[in-house]
């Protein structure tokens, strides 16, 4: 489940298709997905093993437009998240070599599924040779300039917020410490969770590890400036925090940002018993962003979130109860202009069969793409805006599948396991995409 991976900082565990092509080629999480996950694979045979060489070939069915890319080759897994509109995916991974506990170092890895070099695997590298090893949901986005975040095990051990160009290669975003405010004179870790399209706008958390009474993240933006250095131009990220003052305590991340400069949140106390979905929404002089607003919460759970939204300013989510014995995918919708009034929590239906579901991804045209379950499968499934008693489960050709990115071409990321070319095996996550109609 994201909202438990991203909440807990610990320690250890450009511009067009073709300039991709030009590229060479912690904590494991507790939540429901592990859980489902876990369940597929208990159909396998006693003693049954797969060989930790293989990788799936990339393959591109023209009939039902579906990508399975498998990993990264050498690699033993792969969660993929966002796409850009230029069809470039990213996502986490690893990357050989394999160790005697059968995975590699985690890399954040981007794939084009178009041009010359379609389907070739681009590893943009680390921070440091320390990286964590072991499956992780993807956190990791790319706008349609180029421009990649994530996070990467620094030198010294921390996870850091990262961002990746053709130019610069990976630099660290650092973390609310580097600002000299003496209240996060501790904070020593970061993620880089989503970007705009424009690549303008970079947005994550920043927190202490390892500290459950100060490890709180704080919602952050980073935000470039141009500065002359050696004769050219040098992009430098400023981080800077984000309202809370109305939820002090909360522990808290920013996971989404669009053109407008909205970005959206979630937050909780700690301990597992509410969550709130927040926006901030950038200010009328451009000096930063107005106080956080909480969006209208579902009756249907306590523990409500967001995660995506699009350039009309609609929002996607999720809410959960507080034993996840319930879930249900969310829609929210500005009712004015100005995006400062929201609609009421819109609940997202279930597809037949299945009894619970998040909502994840949203594109600019209105899909929303998430994913589904019950007690045997989890599914991946799409929604749209324009049809709101619609939900259909994603075809993609595995045993089980995620959809958590969605671009304005209607191409959806999948991670997914089992099926012909991604073996069920300890990890079991493969990445893809699938056109939708």
């Not at 369940?39 to 070939?57: E, M, W």
């Not at 921070?127 to 790319?142: H, N, P, R, T, V």
């Amino acid at each position: 489940m994201k909202r438990i991976r991203i909440l807990a900082c610990i320690l250890g565990v450009s511009f067009v298709s073709a300039a991709w092509a030009q590229q060479p080629a912690t904590k494991p999480p507790i939540g429901r997905h592990l859980q489902h996950r876990m369940a597929n694979q208990t159909s396998r045979a006693p003693g049954q093993t797969v060989s930790r060489s293989f990788h799936a070939q990339a393959n591109w069915d023209d009939a039902a437009k579906s990508w399975e890319l498998g990993t990264y080759p050498g690699g033993t897994w792969l969660t993929t998240w966002h796409i850009n509109d230029l069809g470039v995916m990213v996502g986490l991974g690893d990357v050989p070599p394999i160790g005697r506990d059968g995975v590699g170092y985690t890399h954040t890895l981007a794939v084009p599924l178009f041009g010359p070099r379609a389907g070739e695997w681009i590893d943009l590298g680390a921070l440091g040779k320390k990286q964590s090893k072991g499956w992780e949901e993807s956190y990791a986005d790319i706008s349609n300039t180029g421009l990649v975040v994530s996070h990467s095990t620094t030198k010294e051990g921390q996870m850091h917020a990262v961002a990746w160009t053709k130019e610069t290669g990976m630099v660290d975003l650092g973390t609310l410490a580097d600002t000299g405010d003496p209240r996060y004179a501790n904070h020593n870790c970061s993620y880089a969770i989503a970007t705009n399209k424009l690549g303008t706008l970079i947005v994550g958390g920043s927190g202490v590890d390892q500290n459950p009474d100060i490890g709180f993240l704080a919602p952050v933006v980073w935000r470039p400036s141009k500065s002359w250095v050696n004769g050219k131009f040098v992009t430098k990220w400023k981080i800077q925090k984000l309202d809370t003052a109305a939820f002090p305590d909360y522990v808290w991340a920013a996971f989404g940002v669009n053109d407008y400069g909205q970005i959206i949140g979630g937050a909780g106390p700690g301990d597992g018993t509410t969550n709130i979905a927040a926006l901030w929404n950038p200010r009328a002089d451009g000096k930063g962003w107005e106080e956080l607003t909480t969006l209208p919460s579902s009756s249907a759970c306590p523990m409500n979130t967001t995660y995506g939204i699009n350039e009309r300013g609609e929002i996607v989510g999720s809410v959960f109860a507080v034993d996840y014995s319930c879930g249900v995918g969310l829609l929210w919708k500005p009712l004015d202009r100005e995006r400062t009034k929201y609609s009421d929590v819109i609940e997202l239906p279930l597809p037949n069969g299945l009894t619970g579901c998040e909502g994840v991804g949203i594109n600019d045209l209105g899909d929303l793409v998430g994913d589904c379950w019950n007690d045997t499968q989890d599914l991946a499934v799409r929604w749209t805006t324009k049809a709101p008693t619609f939900s259909e489960v994603v075809n993609f050709p595995a045993d089980w599948s995620e959809s958590w990115g969605v671009n304005d071409n209607r191409i959806a990321t999948v991670t997914y396991g089992g099926g012909a070319s991604c073996p069920p095996d300890k990890y079991g996550t493969c990445g893809g995409a699938i056109q939708l109609h």
